[in-house]
């Protein structure tokens, strides 16, 4: 199959409604809105943005198909809040966001992108690992309550 043609954009405070709409739908779906979820995507702003975090836009024409974020954690960055729309998954946007994401770590000279997740998202968890993500040690105090796996990319 051939991948979608996207362009990906930075965070504009115009489509902050699409970051919060796309991943409450997915979150609804398989799990459900935690208050740490809550909080980062009312405001994104503040909770990633002036924290020294990155969001990115996935944009087929003029509409917003997908969204991922890098929240800093202070001392990693979390590859977080990614999300594409159901009529447009399995025409590899999320592949082309991941892309993205690892060519701009880099480009920022980053050691390692970490991410968490649930084993029970099966595709999510196989795209990481053919991506190249290995899993790591799971601290007990995670942020997500629905997470029981941490995997890391080493850039």
Same mark, same amino acid.
């Given at each position: 199959? +051939?991948?979608?043609?996207?362009?990906?954009?930075?965070?504009?405070?115009?489509?902050?409604?699409?970051?919060?709409?796309?991943?409450?739908? &997915? #979150?609804?779906?398989?799990? *459900?809105? @935690?208050?740490?979820?809550? %909080?980062?995507?009312?405001?994104?702003?503040?909770?990633?943005?002036?924290? /020294?975090?990155?969001?990115?836009?996935?944009?087929?024409?003029? @509409?917003?198909?997908? +969204?991922?974020?890098?929240?800093?954690? /202070? +001392?990693?960055?979390? #590859?977080? %809040?990614?999300?594409?729309?159901?009529? *447009?998954?399995?025409? %590899?946007?999320?592949?082309?966001?991941?892309?993205?994401? !690892?060519?701009?770590?880099?480009?920022?000279? &980053?050691?390692? !992108? +970490?991410?968490?997740?649930?084993?029970?998202?099966?595709?999510?968890?196989?795209?990481?690992?053919?991506?190249?993500?290995?899993?790591?040690?799971? @601290?007990?105090?995670?942020? *997500?309550?629905?997470?029981?796996?941490?995997?890391?990319?080493?850039?």
């Amino acid at each position: 199959m +051939t991948p979608l043609t996207i362009d990906i954009i930075p965070f504009e405070s115009q489509y902050a409604t699409h970051f919060y709409d796309l991943n409450v739908a &997915w #979150l609804e779906k398989y799990f *459900y809105v @935690e208050p740490y979820d809550e %909080k980062v995507l009312r405001n994104p702003k503040e909770y990633i943005l002036q924290n /020294g975090g990155f969001i990115f836009f996935a944009k087929v024409n003029s @509409e917003i198909v997908g +969204t991922v974020a890098f929240i800093n954690q /202070g +001392t990693y960055f979390e #590859l977080s %809040k990614m999300a594409v729309k159901p009529a *447009y998954q399995g025409k %590899k946007i999320g592949m082309q966001l991941m892309d993205y994401c !690892i060519e701009f770590a880099r480009a920022q000279q &980053w050691d390692s !992108i +970490t991410l968490y997740s649930h084993r029970s998202l099966v595709a999510a968890i196989f795209l990481y690992k053919k991506i190249g993500f290995e899993e790591v040690a799971l @601290e007990e105090d995670v942020h *997500y309550e629905r997470a029981d796996i941490k995997m890391r990319f080493k850039l």
